[in-house]
């Protein structure tokens, strides 16, 4: 048999070199004049919705709430979503945004339809009524977020929005004896499971939506919810980071380590070590243990893009790229290219 030529033999496999891009810029690139934090990203990685004190990322009047904007890596047009107060979060067509937003009496959470402009408020409740933390499903149907009821003395539930049929449903009815307030919603993808906190205990529970089944998900330490996806929740305890299987009931624990995402398909986990903020971020397979370096910086949930290729944090680093000369913290996309099919 004759041997290939050297530089016909398969060469060793290595794999891709990551590309690091800022996001938060301009349409025509021009720095943002102030900070900018709390990023999410679509499913394909197009679109980054994010937050930024910065008043030059769009033309036009800024009103003195509208810091949330959704940009398109495609095009590089940038949007800015009027009267909102905080990052929001967004479906995977760049079409819809949830955030929250001053509404007649307080604060509540809005949906911007980005391709008509159209804002609603989503909560659908009345006077003195306030809402907050919104999570989305990937196709923009259903809205998660935690309500604060009129009456003072009642406390805070979970309700799910579905922007089809207009209708507003209750998550967090249990556990039955508990008066306590129920906050922090994450919910998947797919829109099935919907996990929150009780603020009072520290407990997290997981609705599913299909089997109308609630169970809690913690490891009995008290715990803050990151994010449900897939088969996978993620928490943060007293001495780390650690996930649940929803099929298994296994837990993996990370020593030190504070969850900050999980990807859609349930198998990867962004944390970081070294503290909260700005920490180094490591993505890890759950089902393999390997992991790759990502930065330094901070996430949160929303920050992996489909399958782990690509995710955006924020980072007061100036050696990022290059020309970053602002002085204050930026979003940046990480991103793997895909390895083409034979």
């Known amino acids: 048999m004759t041997a290939l030529p050297a ?13 690091v891009e800022r996001v938060s810029t301009a349409a025509d690139g021009t720095e943002a004049d102030g900070a900018s934090r709390t990023a999410s990203i679509s499913g394909n990685g197009r679109y980054v919705a994010f937050y930024s004190d910065a008043e030059n990322l769009t033309q ?15 095009t590089g047009e940038v949007k800015r979503l009027r009267n909102s107060m905080a990052a929001p979060v967004i479906s995977d067509d760049g079409r819809y945004a949830a955030h929250t937003g001053w509404g007649s009496h307080g604060i509540n959470v809005f949906l911007t339809d980005l391709d008509t402009g159209e804002i609603k408020q989503i909560d659908g409740r009345g006077f003195k009524y306030s809402s907050s933390s919104p999570a ?15 009456h003072p003395g009642d406390p805070q539930r979970v309700e799910v929005y579905d922007r ?29 499971h919907v996990a929150y906190e009780d603020k009072g205990t520290g407990q997290v529970w997981l609705r599913d939506r299909t089997t109308d089944s609630l169970t809690r998900v913690d490891d009995g330490t008290p715990s803050d919810l990151v994010q449900v996806n897939g088969r996978t929740v993620a928490m943060n305890g007293p001495d780390g980071a650690y996930v649940r299987d929803l099929r298994t009931g296994k837990v993996q624990y990370i020593a030190g380590g504070n969850a900050q995402a999980v990807s859609r398909d349930g ?23 390997r ?18 290729h690509g995710i955006v944090y924020a980072s007061d680093g100036t050696d990022i790229v290059p020309g970053d000369t602002n ?16």
């Open 7 to 19: 530089a016909a033999q398969a060469a060793p496999h290595e794999p891709p070199v990551p590309r």
């Open 60 to 74: 036009g009047h800024q009103g003195p709430y509208d810091w949330a904007f959704v940009k398109d890596l495609e």
């Open 136 to 150: 989305m499903s990937a196709n923009g149907r259903y809205i998660a977020y935690d309500l604060q009821p009129q």
């Open 164 to 192: 089809e049929t207009d209708t507003r449903e209750v998550i967090s009815d249990g556990p039955p004896d508990s008066a306590r307030d129920m906050v922090d919603p994450s919910i998947s993808a797919d829109g099935r």
């Open 267 to 289: 198998r990867q986990l962004l944390y970081g070590v070294n503290g909260d903020g700005q920490s180094d971020l490591r993505l890890r397979h759950l089902p393999s243990g």
């Open 291 to 308: 992991e790759r370096t990502i930065g330094h910086g901070g996430a949160t949930a929303g920050a992996i893009a489909d399958k782990g």
């Open 327 to 342: 002085g204050a913290s930026d979003i940046f996309k990480w991103t793997v290219p895909r390895t083409p099919q034979p």
